[in-house]
């Protein structure tokens, strides 16, 4: 019999777009897959504090009161250290600077601010343990990594991550996705050039001039295919965190990329049609 060790399991979208309810309704999930509180270990701190402080051999100090305050104060150190355990870690990148906050969804979601943000890096957990880590970028979009011992409990927490994050990753994102968005594009740049160069097909009369019409129009369609493409990864941010009520940049750029694809294509219909 094999016993699991480790068990990890990942996902990663192209492009992730949504306010600051989003963001937090994504970040209570993560911080929702842990448990609240580790009471047993709290339970233990409180037991070893009053062992301390009611064990008069364990006292170093001649002053009883400020033997009772060190031991408090030990007490507390070590229930923030496992509070902090469970806290969320993100750290934000902006135009000048990068930040680290800690804290509960509340605190951390205080202190991010959507107009400057470029990127964040979430994670929760320890590092030998159970733990989640989520990245949000403008060049990859959100990827993200539920690790830990239990395989039904990264099934779980990854299923639920999956569910919420999907939420804010817009219909477009296959602009971003070069498997399908590169082959459309050529497609759309071939059809193009096929059609401006149709006439100049039809009257040429060798099939050598043909070929290399023909070989023309498909090397048109592919540059074409590959800057439209590039311009999309370079137009369209992988990553946006807006501020409430404002549009993606994305839709922006889409709207106008459309606009100027059928203004090009009624133009070269017209000029064929009149010829």
Known sequence: MT???????????????GDGDRLRRVLSAVRGAFPDVDQEALDHIALEERRGIED???????????WVSIEHQ??????REVMAKWNLEVVSTEYDLVQTFAGGVDDVMAD???????????RIGHLYEAHITMSFTRSKGVSYTVEGSDPGWVRQTKSVLDSEVRRAVPKWEWLRRDIVALP?????????????LLPVIAREASIVGDALLVS???????????????ATW???PGFEL????????????????????VEIGLGIIINFVTR
């Open 56 to 66: 008069p051999g364990a006292q170093t100090s001649p002053d009883p009161e400020l």
């Open 242 to 261: 807006l501020p409430q009520g404002q549009d993606p940049k994305g839709r922006r750029v889409l709207g106008f990329i459309g606009a100027a694809a």
């Open 234 to 236: 370079f137009l369209i």
């Open 74 to 79: 030990k007490a507390q150190d070590r229930r």
């Open 184 to 196: 459309v594009f050529s497609l759309v740049g071939t059809l193009a050039a096929g059609i401006a």
């Open 3 to 17: 016993s699991v060790k480790r068990a990890e399991s990942s996902r990663a979208w192209p492009v992730w777009v």
């Open 216 to 230: 023309l129009v498909l090397c048109i369609g592919a540059l074409a295919g590959i800057m439209l493409n590039a």
């Open 112 to 122: 991010i601010d959507p107009a400057v943000v470029r990127g964040l890096r979430v």
